[in-house]
């Protein structure tokens, strides 16, 4: 089963308006995190927003946000003022335990959202 | 701000040829991981390393290996190259702090991009 479920494989958004990219997860782990990557074109994988599993508050990095609802297992990233430099590809990922313990925390990603943002 | 440095940033090689990835993790960053993103997929994990010993193994082929040096740094080598090895590979490292609340953020390098032809 997919741990990580991204179900818009692309959206379109006008510029200055907010998109939702949706994201669902999958762990029987007490203790983890989730995260949200965004990949322009160039290639490189760019760290937006971290979400911990016993954070009792939803994480904000300046125009993004991430809606955490933990009895539904959903980690949505919320932009706020969509800009042209959004357009790029988003993926949600989630670290768990590793399997042999200790210093082990691999990430496991989403297919991803194609985001385009519309001028 | 330092950020995970990849050398070399793009390569090309020919069908059962070697080849030699590096990755320089962000200062005190004590675990490198290594991720590989075939064309138009997500980064599948392959292999990571805390304090200089392999830590965990993912869905790597035998036909690479990796290690980590003394000063941190980290080498990704890939011998009997197949076409289908053709993916951006990424080097990404943390800090693992302790504690039962912790953030241990994945930062990501720039990535190498091997073509096999």
Not at chain 1, 57 to 78: C, D, H, I, P
Not at chain 2, 57 to 76: C, N, T, W
């Amino acid at each position: 089963a997919q741990k990580i479920t991204q179900t818009q494989p692309g959206m379109f958004v006008q510029e200055k308006e907010a998109v939702t990219l949706d994201c669902t997860y999958d762990t029987s782990d007490p203790s983890y995190g989730l995260f949200w990557y965004k990949q322009p074109s160039s290639g490189e994988m760019i760290f937006l927003i971290y979400q911990g599993s016993y954070d009792q508050q939803n994480a904000t990095e300046g125009r993004y946000s991430l809606n955490f609802q933990k009895a539904r297992k959903s980690a949505n990233l919320v932009i706020s003022a969509s800009q042209l430099g959004d357009s790029a590809m988003y993926f949600c990922a989630m670290r768990e335990e590793g399997n042999s313990g200790a210093g082990s925390y691999q990430l496991t990603f989403g297919k991803g959202t194609k985001l385009s943002v519309i001028p | 701000a330092a950020g995970v440095i990849q050398s070399p940033r793009h390569l090309i090689k020919e069908k059962r040829e070697t080849a030699t990835l590096k990755c320089y993790p962000i200062p005190r960053h004590d675990t490198v991981y290594w991720y590989q993103q075939g064309p138009g997929q997500d980064p599948q994990f392959l292999i990571s390393f805390y304090e200089k010993m392999q830590s965990d193994k993912g869905s790597i082929p035998d036909r690479f290996s990796a290690q980590q040096f003394s000063d941190y740094h980290s080498e990704l080598n890939m011998s009997s190259l197949e076409l289908g090895d053709s993916a951006l590979y990424f080097c990404a490292s943390s800090f693992l702090p302790s504690g039962p609340s912790y953030t241990d953020t994945q930062y990501f390098g720039p990535g190498t991009r091997l073509t096999v032809l």
